[in-house]
């Protein structure tokens, strides 16, 4: 079967690193656990009729502290 689309979708986290070195190594961890390949199929009465991928992919932002609302 021919892929016909691919797209990548960014989901946002917020994070907030209380040791900055060791934070981010354990970042990037969490981020390739993250990291999936999802495929999706439109079928219509029983037929395949559509197929395409979605790589989804996590983007940290910065927040998460005790003022943050």
């Not at 989901?11 to 209380?18: F, N, W």
Request: charged letters at 25%.
């Amino acid at each position: 079967m021919k892929v016909k689309k691919f797209n990548v979708l960014t989901v946002p986290l917020e994070v907030e690193y209380k040791k900055p070195i060791l934070g981010r190594v354990f970042g990037l961890f969490i981020w390739l656990m993250l990291v999936r390949v999802k495929k999706f199929n439109l079928t219509m009465n029983g037929q395949p009729m559509f197929s395409f991928y979605r790589l989804i992919v996590p983007r940290f932002l910065k927040g998460g502290g005790i003022d943050a609302e």
